[in-house]
């Protein structure tokens, strides 16, 4: 998913930290990581040139496929918001259900190889 609020605005009515880098290709960068009640660990990532250019409004969260082949997206999300305190009117996207057989069907794919390198 993606907010409709910059990351620094969810990190600082928090005590979060926000880091600022340079990321090869894609340039200047915020993003913070944040561990759910679940023990999960979810980035929040917002490029300037996407911004400024294409108009997004705040960070994209990113997911382990693993947890979206094994939740799914609208439970992860539900975790992301309450964890927050954040009402859904903050997400400017949502990931399509189509997401989670992607992300199973990535788990399925990395698993058989692992198993093809033992």
């Known amino acids: ?3 409709r609020v910059r ?5 600082q009515s928090r005590g ?3 880091e600022n880098f340079i990321e090869d290709g894609l340039g200047e960068a915020d993003a913070m990581f944040l561990r759910l009640p679940s023990g999960r660990v979810v980035l929040f990532a917002e490029f300037q040139h996407l911004i400024e250019h294409h108009h997004e409004r705040g960070p994209t969260v990113y997911v382990d496929a693993g947890a979206v082949a094994e939740f799914g ?3 992860l999300i ?3 918001l309450t964890s927050l305190n954040l009402s859904r009117q ?5 990931a399509s ?3 989670q057989e992607i992300a199973i069907d990535l788990v399925k794919r990395v698993d ?3 198993r093809q390198k033992e």
Request: proline share 4%; glycine share 0%.
């Open 78 to 80: 539900s975790e992301v």
């Open 90 to 94: 903050t997400v400017d996207w949502v």
């Open 112 to 114: 058989a190889y692992k």
């Open 97 to 99: 259900s189509e997401q």
């Open 73 to 75: 997206v609208e439970p």
């Open 16 to 18: 979060f930290r926000v």
């Open 1 to 3: 998913m993606r907010f």
């Open 7 to 11: 990351v620094f605005e969810i990190a």
